[in-house]
């Protein structure tokens, strides 16, 4: 899970407001090849670099049997944002 650490008093950090959202890095074969070739040249870097870099670092020796609950299953899970009204469980001052 991502969390944001926000400074609303000094720094005038905006609260993101909607439903959440997992942040995850696409696998292998869900990238869209024009996207990636953008993003290369907008930040001057090249995916094959970076992937001929990490070949020297070892896979996971264990992967958790309940990750990849989507791939696996195709089915995931949606949150809906629904305004309610609070309850109040003790006056407030």
């Not at 609303?8 to 609260?15: C, E, F, H, I, Y």
Request: proline share 12%; no cysteine; hydrophobic share 30%.
């Amino acid at each position: 899970m991502h969390n944001w650490q926000l400074n609303l008093a000094t720094q005038g950090d905006r609260l993101p407001l909607g439903p959440p959202a997992l942040m995850m890095s696409p696998q292998l074969g869900m990238e869209r090849p024009d996207l990636v070739e953008k993003r290369d040249h907008k930040y001057n870097i090249s995916t094959k670099d970076l992937k001929n870099s990490r070949l020297d670092i070892p896979e996971p020796e264990r992967v958790n049997p309940l990750a990849d609950y989507r791939k696996k299953h195709g089915k995931g899970f949606a949150i809906d944002v629904e305004p309610i009204e609070m309850q109040k469980r003790a006056p407030f001052p």
